[in-house]
């Protein structure tokens, strides 16, 4: 793989972009920066199909790229781009649009906003808290027999939910719990929450355990709900309308999202890029996913991406999404430094 034959590559998945038409040698040759004849680039161009590269879907026809083509293209040819400083402007307007206060509608508005702006499907992922433990635990009261479960992690994570009990609790119920919490659950990772040690805690209650289990319970109930990665998709209608994409595998993915939580993992670093035919849980054939994680301080809070068919402009889509994953970033690390602070000065 000399220079030439990268640079022919290149051109072939751009024009192909382009047009989705396949690409002949004579249209590659014409292009001001392919200082060869027709006859090299078509020579070039076989290899290139030898190697896996390209592919010709008719024997008559030009070429178009393969998923090995388009990963070539991606790791070593592609060019970087930062988006001009009047995008960025019109992309920090449309998160303000949408009103975007917390971090369920940041989220939300960066992914109605990425799927907007590159006409795919766009989806958001939190990062299941494997290594996370419970930092707080507060229990509110809100009604008659009315309780909220509020349940902080060391990651930043935020849960509530509330809890009917048979009884009204007394202050000294509430201060005996306060206690418990601080003895049995800070630290504790929510990982180890399983139905065993949920019995031994609620053991652990001991005269308090009719009044008080329904709490454990809940909290318990919260951390399993940790675990489990939440899923925001927008612009789905967007696959809908793309002619290279099968109607049935879209349906599939509309009613299985769940298989999206092993591709968007956050084991990885920066761009990543996944090719349906790379992996066996990706339901919509022909499609391509690009995800980045976004980073609440300097932990991995979540991961922001697009779904569409292969034939993608990948150079245009990448720097919207690195825009939006470190502008979620940024965001979200400023909301964790304010609660912070006022937990330090409460």
């Given at each position: 793989m000399n220079d030439r034959?990268?640079?022919?590559?290149?051109?072939?998945?751009?024009e192909y972009v382009l047009t989705g038409e396949p690409v002949?040698?004579?249209t590659i040759a014409a292009l001001p920066d392919i200082n060869v004849s027709a006859a090299t680039v078509r020579n070039d161009m076989a290899v290139l199909e030898q190697l896996g590269y390209l592919e010709q879907p008719h024997t008559s026809a030009g070429r178009i790229p393969t998923f090995s083509g388009y990963r070539l293209y991606i790791?070593?040819?592609?060019?970087?781009?930062?988006?001009?400083?009047?995008?960025?402007?019109?992309?920090?307007?449309?998160?303000?649009?949408?009103?975007?206060?917390?971090?369920?509608?940041?989220?939300e508005s960066a992914t109605?906003?990425?799927?907007?702006?590159?006409?795919?499907?766009?989806?958001?992922?939190n990062s299941a808290p494997k290594f996370s433990v419970i930092s707080k635990v507060e229990v509110i009261p809100t009604g008659k027999r009315l309780y909220v479960i509020l349940l902080i992690t060391s990651n930043g994570s935020i849960k509530n939910k509330a809890c009917r009990l048979e009884f009204d609790l007394t202050n000294e119920q509430l201060e005996f719990f306060t206690n418990y919490v601080q003895e049995n659950l800070m630290g504790v990772s929510v990982s180890d929450l399983s139905d065993e040690m949920l019995s031994k805690l609620i053991e652990a209650l001991g005269t308090y355990m009719l009044t008080l289990s329904p709490l454990v319970q809940g909290i318990c109930e919260l951390s399993r709900d940790l675990l489990?990665?939440?899923?925001?998709?927008s612009g789905t209608k967007n696959l809908l309308s793309c002619s290279e994409l099968n109607t049935m595998d879209i349906v599939k993915f509309m009613d299985h999202h769940e298989e999206l939580e092993q591709l968007m993992?956050?084991?990885?670093s920066g761009i990543h890029v996944v090719f349906s035919e790379e992996s066996d849980g990706f339901v919509i054939g022909n499609s391509s996913?690009?995800?980045?994680?976004?980073?609440?301080?300097?932990k991995t809070a979540g991961s922001l991406g697009v779904i569409g068919p292969m034939r993608l402009d990948y150079a245009k889509?990448?720097?919207?999404?690195e825009y939006f994953t470190q502008k979620i970033s940024d965001l979200i690390s400023e909301d964790a430094e304010a609660d912070g602070k006022e937990d330090d000065n409460g």
């Open positions: 034959k990268l640079k022919i590559l290149a051109a072939v998945i751009d002949g040698s004579k790791d070593r040819i592609m060019q970087h781009n930062q988006l001009p400083e009047e995008e960025v402007r019109r992309l920090d307007n449309m998160l303000e649009e949408k009103g975007a206060l917390t971090e369920e509608l940041i989220i109605t906003a990425l799927a907007e702006l590159t006409q795919c499907a766009a989806v958001a992922s489990h990665k939440e899923l925001t998709v993992n956050d084991s990885f996913m690009i995800v980045s994680n976004y980073q609440r301080g300097d889509i990448i720097p919207y999404i």
